[in-house]
């Protein structure tokens, strides 16, 4: 719903992505009108073909920025 209520929540680990996962940085957001379509978005990044989505728009920052 709400970004940087979202973030707050992560960072201060009421999360459980976060509390399994740690920290992280946020590089990649996209915003929609409509909830639907946000949710339906956010279920297929989480695919394996749209994590390769998400690779591919990110692909000089991951060059970048690797470790």
Known sequence: NDLKRRI???KSKQSSFTSRN???EL???E???NEKDAREAEI???TGHGREVLRKKLKNYLIDNKE
Do not use: D, P, T
């Open 8 to 10: 707050r929540e992560h």
């Open 22 to 24: 740690g920290e992280f």
């Open 27 to 29: 590089i990649f957001y």
């Open 31 to 33: 915003a929609y009108v």
């Open 44 to 46: 297929y990044f989480k």
